[in-house]
RNA sequence: GGCGACGUAGCUCAGUUGGUGAGAGCGCUCGACUCAUAAUCGAGAGGUCGACAGUUCGAAUCUGUCCGUCGCUACCA
């Protein structure tokens, strides 16, 4: 009955605030999931943390004449305050930069280092002299072949979208210091990712449940090239250090190959802090344990090619990920989320503008499950008090409203009819297709069918009309209302996930919600005078002083 | 350039392996109700499913071409 489920979620990058896109595309459907797979019973493992490593943060942390270290703490601590803001639940969420991690990363790469899965090969980069270090592409400038355009990058021209190689620019110029990069042999550790190729491809070949553009995506990755040989390490002094010696100074482990050790990491020191220091292998050495990555599409390649790769060269028992359930973007209006780029709203920006409760249900509803998806901060507010503060609020509201001017608690339930009995069923049947959509991650599907329950209810009341009823006959207008409120508490299970600061709020009055089931509110419990679960969201002020949209 | 995705009611999106008259939410119109955060409930209007051609007894769903939008392209993560 109860399975262990790993909820392994993409780890964000501390080289710069995160944005709505992020959440949307990673945080919130991760946790989500985890919640509703808590109430179902199983055992949940749900861990992260920040990638502390990488060029992006060294070449922030010299503009700003900062250490990478500070960089990497400034962001991550503003992640962690974010994360408790937004409510996502976490059992473990840490950083790339601990020494825990440091050792997991270096024992996997000395295995594959001794199974031969990881060789050392010479290439010629570029390397910036004034700044005395080599320089990744797109920190190299100059001005492309094809339209002259003289701010392209070595990685692609932002004018006429080529593809470039550094060595095609003309007049190439290194982005940290201006200086002519020269080209010079450097040495670097490979993965042999092309030895995984047939085995990845067999690996995806049973996986025909996934979404079919990540489906479609690796497989045609696998079929048309196979898996390329990749360097795992950079001319850098920041990041995981190499646990041998060969290559001398100067060398790490590149960032992506350690990032996705995290998720093995973070599991291991998720039990060293409990009382069963092996207990994480309960989800990666158990069969029967179900392994869910949340990510945005963008790392696809990563999670669903390069990562089971490397667990595959380091154990054959390991549990390779069974769902890889990656979202596509988030646009505001038309563009790519980007907080470097200023499109859309960072995390911040949208919890100052909004509810945390009411930001999860809008976003929720137009998670990018299949295809980009497009939002506005108008979009948000009117999901928030058309759908969310409407529909949901306004019934918890009434129901609560009547059962405390009437009663004061819980009325008697007996002698229930048909029409009653209906109202539960139906509650039950939301609560049923909510499970199953949430179980195969259609959460925003999932979100629809306990707005479904909710609809049901305010049918009912608008049927029975027991604000009338009361009047003459107080005992079957009892019923009436006890029924509504039953309901309610059913209705609440399939919010749970979705709302979890009101579904705090609610339980307050009916008691926590302890599994995926509508439990009937105890005759005689109390009911106080409600507050509202929600405000709405004023969108002309919203919009008066927001330029941001 | 290559690869991929998308283009379905005013808006945001669903539409399993092609099959009875094309859907949801919100918005809009009309009606009901007035317990509740001017909330709720019911009914209705609204689409030649981007364009063109083809396959088929039958296509939003398959094929081709075109137009438009976007993403990826392995050293950004």
Redesign the pocket.
Known sequence: MSSPVLVAVAWP?ASGSRHLGHVSGAYLPADVFARHQRLAGNDVLMVSGS?VH???ITVRADDEGVTAQDIADRYHNEFLRQWEALGISWDNYTTTGTAHHARVTQGMFLEQLRNGHIDKRT?E?FFDPDAERFL???YIEGTCPHCSYEDARG??CDNC???LDPTDLIEPRSKLSQATPVLRETEHFYFRYSDFTDEISAYLGDKSDWRP?VL??VR??VDE?G??D??ITRDLDWGVELPVDDLGPGKRIY??YD?VIGYLSASQEWASNTDDADHWRNWWYNPDSRHVYFIG???IPFHCLFWPAQLLSYDREIHLPDDVPANQ?VTFK?G?ASASRGIGLTIDQGLELFQVDGLRYALAA?LP??????ISVE?IA?RIN??L???W??LV??VL??VNKNFGEQPSVDGRTAEDEALLAAVDTALVAANDHITKVELRAGL?AAMDAA?AV??Y???T?P??VVKDDKERGGVLLGTALDAINGARVAFAPYLPFSAMALDEVLGPVTAWERVPVPVGTPIAKPT?????VDVDALLADDDTD
Request: proline fraction near 4%; charge should be negative; glycine fraction near 6%.
């Open positions: 990058y990638d990488g060029t992006p290439s980069q990744p592409d797109r990685d692609q979208g080529r593809t553009h479609n995506f045609s990755w090239e898996l390329l990749r360097a960032v992506w990032a599409k963008d790392n973007y038309g790519k137009s499950e299949q295809a980009d998806t497009d979009e009117r058309e759908e503060v409407a529909t609020g306004n509201n009434r409203s009547m629809r609809q305010n049918a009341l608008n049927a009309e604000w009338k509202p679960l929600f405000t709405k």
